[in-house]
């Protein structure tokens, strides 16, 4: 193997592959980036064995081959290259000689065949998804998914298709049996990637797929096997393993009866919920709201910090409620939200609540409450 290569360009694929190629694990290839050059182009592997990116960039070629390389490792040794053009070449031994202006490096790597072998490209016809509504929906709910091993099925982001009318929308959906998120956006012809099916991805996988949307405008291509989510962006493309498990059925705990409903500023609320949460108790991170007339206080105490309020306006006509909360699932909740005002919509004290922005209809948020004395 013997090519050549822009430092900048080689710095990007390496970017790419960082978050999937595993820095400790059980099989050492998995550490290692899995380095491919042909006639005109140069691929770069990396798999953790759920996740699967790949990046080609066009190079000058003068001899092909492959080998494993430590992904971090080299990453490393790119950032610190000058720039222009860099040598790379494998020697006997699977070690790669980096070479860029007066710098030397020699990396030790792992014979090519010890990589695992690439899922295959669904077959089915790819369904183009706008990045920046794709980046929207992760935004919104990502913050919802489980982070308890043992909820294997509350690990991921469900995906299905929701139809309202004569508009399609791609609906991702998040819980940890606490708190749920729900948004929808507009994807034209999403059924010809979901249909009737509902796909549970993995959140690493998700997020990873997100950074191809922080690429720049276009859309992302995506489509569907029985066990691969596939997405592809520009010079990259991305395998997601699914998720073998059943996703809770959501839409029997949204809430009927939620009658009591206040309008807020999102800014003042945000604003005051985080001086509030400095004298939050570090565990649970209690807060209370209540709701009197045209006000809401939220407030906190604890034995081992004291207490704190903050007051702000609020158009409430219900009767007097005092409800307590997890104060960081609560600001998830308003991070979804890009609307100046929001609405809270309760029952009671001790059932689910619901929040979500005053006019859009694509997100909501459901919360449940904490028995705060």
């Known amino acids: 193997m013997n090519f050549t290569v822009d430092r900048d360009q080689l710095i990007g694929m390496l970017t790419r592959v960082q978050g999937v190629a595993e820095r400790r694990h059980t099989m050492p290839v998995l550490s290692h980036a899995l380095l ?56 006997e031994g699977n070690s790669v000689d980096i070479s860029a202006g007066r ?18 490209k669904p077959k089915s016809q790819p369904v183009g998804v706008d990045s920046e509504v794709f980046r929207k929906l992760v935004d919104r709910v990502g913050a919802f998914t489980s982070q308890d091993e043992t909820r294997y099925h509350m690990a991921g982001i469900l995906l299905e298709k929701q139809e309202t009318g004569d508009k399609m929308y791609l609906r991702m959906v998040a819980t940890d049996g606490h708190r749920l998120a729900m948004a929808d956006g507009d994807v034209p012809k999403i059924e010809g990637l979901l249909g009737d099916r509902q796909a549970l991805v993995p959140k690493k996988g998700i997020m990873e797929i997100r950074k191809l949307a922080e690429g720049g405008p276009g859309s992302i291509d995506f489509s569907l096997s029985d066990k691969f ?10 395998w997601v393993r699914l998720l073998d498990a059943e996703f809770p059925p959501y839409r029997q705990v949204m809430p009927k009866d939620n009658q009591q409903v206040a309008r807020i500023s999102k800014e003042d609320f945000v604003e005051a919920l985080r001086r509030v949460l400095v004298m939050a108790p ?12 045209k006000q809401l206080e939220v ?12 007051l702000l306006e609020a158009e409430y006509a219900g009767p007097p409620i005092k409800i307590g909360f997890n ?3 609560l600001l998830d909740a308003f991070a979804g939200i890009t609307e100046q005002t929001a609405r809270i919509e309760m ?11 005053d006019e859009d209809k694509n997100f909501l948020a459901i919360i449940m409450p904490m028995r705060i004395f």
């Open 347 to 357: 029952k009671d004290d001790v059932s689910q609540v619901i929040v979500r922005p």
């Open 327 to 329: 104060g960081r699932y």
């Open 103 to 120: 710098g030397h490096f020699r990396l030790a790597g792992l014979p090519s065949q010890e990589f695992p072998e690439m899922p295959e």
């Open 299 to 310: 407030s906190t105490a604890g034995p081992e910090h004291g207490e704190a309020r903050d």
């Open 282 to 293: 570090e565990k649970v991170h209690s807060v209370k709201l209540s709701f009197s007339g």
């Open 36 to 91: 491919s050059v042909g006639k005109t182009e140069a691929r770069l592997v990396a798999s953790d064995l759920e996740i699967v990116v790949k990046c080609v960039q066009p190079v000058e070629a003068k001899e092909a081959g492959s080998v494993a390389v430590p992904a971090r490792k080299f990453f490393d040794i790119a950032k610190v290259l000058p720039k222009g053009p860099v040598a790379i070449s494998s020697k």
């Open 229 to 238: 989510l596939y997405a592809g962006k520009g010079d990259t493309e991305l």
